[in-house]
């Protein structure tokens, strides 16, 4: 069930937003980044926050016209069917990404931890957790977030400092000739992974205080760490690796985890312990679309059914589960996501906003 009132602080948003744009951009980014841009990925990286700020800027906007939290504008601001269909392909949204979500989480556990153990195994108790997580709503989450933030944004800034004995400069000086091959493609890499921000229109009925421009205010501090956190990430990866190597690493940031040794018995498995900083960002990311998949779900259900309903959880969990392991099993799939989400679900979330806001209902 949903548990006490179902609101946030600014802290709590503050930091959910952190998670869940930092870690699968500091896993993920980096070799793409690479292979586009080479050196020349820090520019793409500094744009492509921007434009996160500014897609968020555009949000608060969006906000202040509908002068609620968005499942609320689509129930009563719109068309019936049409605040239905939006419901919907949020859903879908949501469970597809939650989907790709544990099917890298899962391979990232499979791959640094477990590589024996049945694949999916491991993804059904990732996503039977995160399912339980969803269970009790976004206030009970918020304040494990809450807590753990220091516990794993302090050993991630120790690894990166230790990374600094290994750098070489060489590798990254051609950062001062400007090359813009491909920085378009770079930035827009990187504002992908930050479009979990269009989730922030629901956030006015989840938060304690109900003001669109206090919502920009305290994300956009979020955006500008997680970038300030990934620029940094990089520049070290670029350092240790250069920019030929750190294009044919799957995960370089825990490659490069694993050459840093710590003198001390109990120092020696930090890499251990650091690689909770991924686990749980991930699981964060993958909590925040299953969240969103159920929550579509239940706003399409009658309104004298306040309480999550088990199928509720179970439909979209299931789902998630499914998409997973198909992207696993048939690596097409992963290509026809990444597809989706390249040329369509960006879109979607830039444009139906304001479409929203122009055919609302007059009062």
Same mark, same amino acid.
């Given at each position: /069930? ?5 609101? %946030?602080? @600014? ?10 744009l930092m870690g699968i951009a500091t896993l993920l980014l *980096? ?8 050196? &020349? ?21 969006? /906000? ?48 640094? !931890?477990?590589?024996?153990? @049945?694949?999916?195994?491991? !993804? ?13 709503? %976004? ?22 400092l230790a990374s600094v004995r290994d750098f070489e400069w ?5 950062? $001062? ?5 491909? $920085? ?8 992908? !992974? ?11 009925? #989840? ?7 206090? %919502?920009?205010?305290?994300? &956009?501090?979020?955006? +500008? ?22 294009? &044919? ?8 985890? &694993? ?11 930090? =890499?251990? +312990?650091?690689?909770?900083?991924w686990f749980f960002t991930l699981f964060a990311l993958l909590?925040?679309? !299953? ?7 239940? #706003?399409?259900?009658?309104? #004298? ?10 439909? *979209? ?12 099993? =048939?690596?097409?799939? $992963? ?13 979607? /979330? ?14």
């Open positions: /069930m949903y548990v006490n009132n179902g609101k %946030i602080s @600014s802290r709590q948003t503050l930091r959910l937003y952190v998670f869940d *980096p070799p793409y980044l690479a292979k586009l841009c080479g050196a &020349s990925g820090i520019y793409a990286i500094a744009l492509g926050t921007g434009a996160g700020l500014i897609y968020l800027l555009y949000l608060g906007w969006i /906000m202040k016209k509908m002068g609620t939290d968005m499942a609320s504008f689509l129930h009563e601001g719109v068309n019936v069917w049409l605040g239905k269909l939006v419901f919907v392909l949020i859903m879908l949204h949501s469970i597809l990404t939650a989907g790709f979500c544990a099917y890298v989480f899962t391979n990232l556990m499979q791959y640094s !931890l477990v590589r024996d153990s @049945s694949y999916a195994v491991i !993804l059904l108790i990732i996503v039977a957790v995160a399912a339980y997580a969803v269970s009790g709503g %976004i206030e009970s989450r918020a304040r494990v977030y809450e807590v753990m933030f220091w516990f794993i944004l302090v050993p991630y800034v120790a690894m990166m060489v590798y990254v000086e051609s950062v $001062l000739q400007f090359d813009s091959t491909n $920085l378009g493609k770079g930035t827009y890499l990187v504002f992908l !992974l930050l479009t979990p921000l269009f989730f922030s229109l629901f956030l006015i009925g #989840e938060k304690e205080k109900n003001y669109g421009r206090n %919502i920009v205010k305290t994300i &956009s501090v979020s955006v +500008l760490f997680s970038g300030v956190i990934l620029l940094g990430s990089y520049v070290l990866l670029l350092g240790n690796f250069g920019a030929k190597s750190l294009a &044919s690493l799957r995960f370089p940031v825990v490659t490069l985890m &694993s050459t840093i040794q710590f003198e001390g018995n109990f120092l020696k498995r930090m =890499d251990a +312990l650091m690689l909770a900083v909590n925040l679309h !299953l969240h969103y998949g159920v929550r579509m779900l239940t #706003e399409l259900s009658p309104k #004298e059914k306040k309480r999550l309903q088990w199928w509720q959880l179970l439909l *979209p969990t299931v789902a998630v589960f499914l998409v997973a392991y198909a992207i696993y099993l =048939d690596r097409r799939f $992963l290509n026809l996501f990444l597809g989706y989400y390249s040329y369509g679900a960006v879109p979607f /979330m830039v444009v139906v906003p304001a479409f929203l806001v122009l055919v609302r209902r007059k009062k």
